[in-house]
């Protein structure tokens, strides 16, 4: 494949990450030194925690992106590789998920206490969103698999 044919998408991957990477530098450590209300600080703690370890998982899966996409410019899209950093950014979606489902009866308790549902949405998209990828990237792992399984054996008919 032409080299570049997946610039598009590398661009993509790099515009995804640079709001999370603002965000975990700057306005997470403000919100946590300038809560909104004092008396919902030690509410806040979990939630943001929790936001803090989700960036590391986020950031893998986004590294294996990237290598996945390298691995189509050099057309090694069916190998072993792209099977294992399909591997990599499903369970790293599923840490996601779970991180949040560990969160959600704090950010449940902050709705309940600042009388805000629409946070527990929030906490439920992210959830929700962080599954969608890692059941996505699951089908694509093992209909890659099954095609690495039928090339090898193909080429082993000849």
């Given amino acids: 494949m032409k080299q570049g044919t997946t610039l598009f998408l590398k661009i993509a991957v790099m515009i995804i990450g640079a709001p999370v990477l603002v965000l975990a530098l700057f306005a997470l450590p403000w919100l946590v030194n300038n809560p909104v209300n004092p008396a919902y600080a030690n509410i806040l703690y979990p939630i943001v925690g929790a936001m803090y370890v989700s960036v590391i ?25 792209s099977v294992t950093s399909l591997k990599v950014i499903k369970r790293s979606a599923i840490t996601i998920s779970g991180l949040y489902v560990v969160a ?24 929700f969103a962080a599954m969608v990828i890692a059941v996505f990237a699951a089908v694509l792992q093992r209909l890659l698999q099954e095609a690495i399984d039928i090339k090898s054996e193909n080429d082993l008919v000849v």
Avoid: E, T
Wanted: charged content about 15%.
């Fill in 104 to 127: 959600m009866p704090f950010i449940f308790r902050l709705a309940d206490l600042d009388d805000a549902p629409g946070i527990i949405v929030i906490g439920m998209v992210l959830i």
């Fill in 57 to 81: 998982p986020f950031f893998v899966a986004l590294y294996q992106a990237l290598k996945l996409l390298s691995y189509i410019d050099r057309n090694q899209a069916f190998s072993k590789l």
